[in-house]
């Protein structure tokens, strides 16, 4: 994508978004180590073998594989609300990853920060085809209270996690 007129390649981001753009993506790093060590747990394995023999499924691959197990372990974990955290654990992704793999600009007037969206598709307009993102990209505006609400959320979802751990082993000596 060829910048606008002054919008430029940012060389680097201002301290502010800087700290909050890690935060955020070191905050989602942990929430994938605990839902694997959550299914490591139900698997009944340290978290060694765990790696070499289960490796690190993503969000929804990791709650299908509890639920496959603990249907196996014939474990009822259903208070647990597992649709609804797919849901939550798809959107924190999808957005950390908006934020983690796009091209950072800047406009150096205003001295506003944005991504450039490359995937999905824009809303279809009446008597329009379809525009993809790849050929039509989307600049976003980011601020570091963005980046530190999605760390927020992201938190809440952590708190879910440990939750879940915590039913999971409660449920594990039930049934020893």
């Not at 747990?41 to 690190?56: E, H, P, T, Y």
């Not at 950072?104 to 490359?118: A, F, G, L, Q, S």
Request: glycine share 6%; with cysteine; hydrophobic share 40%.
């Amino acid at each position: 994508m060829k910048p606008s007129k002054g919008i430029q390649y940012a060389k680097g981001l201002p301290r502010d978004l800087a700290v909050s753009l890690g935060r955020m993506i070191s905050r989602h790093s942990l929430l994938e180590a605990k839902l694997a060590n959550c299914l490591y747990r139900l698997a009944r394995v340290d978290f060694k073998i765990g790696r070499v023999v289960i490796g690190n499924p993503r969000g929804g691959d990791i709650l299908d594989r509890m639920l496959e197990l603990a249907q196996i372990l014939k474990l009822d974990l259903s208070p647990f609300p597992w649709a609804k955290y797919r849901k939550t654990l798809d959107d924190l992704k999808s957005r950390r990853d908006i934020f983690a793999h796009s091209v950072w600009m800047v406009d150096p007037e205003k001295m506003r920060y944005m991504v450039i969206v490359t995937k999905g598709s824009w809303p279809k307009e009446p008597h329009h085809q379809k525009m993809s993102k790849k050929i039509y990209p989307e600049p976003r505006y980011v601020t570091a209270s963005d980046l530190r609400l999605l760390r927020s959320e992201i938190e809440t979802a952590i708190g879910e996690v440990e939750a879940l751990d915590r039913f999971v082993g409660i449920s594990l000596q039930i049934l020893d």
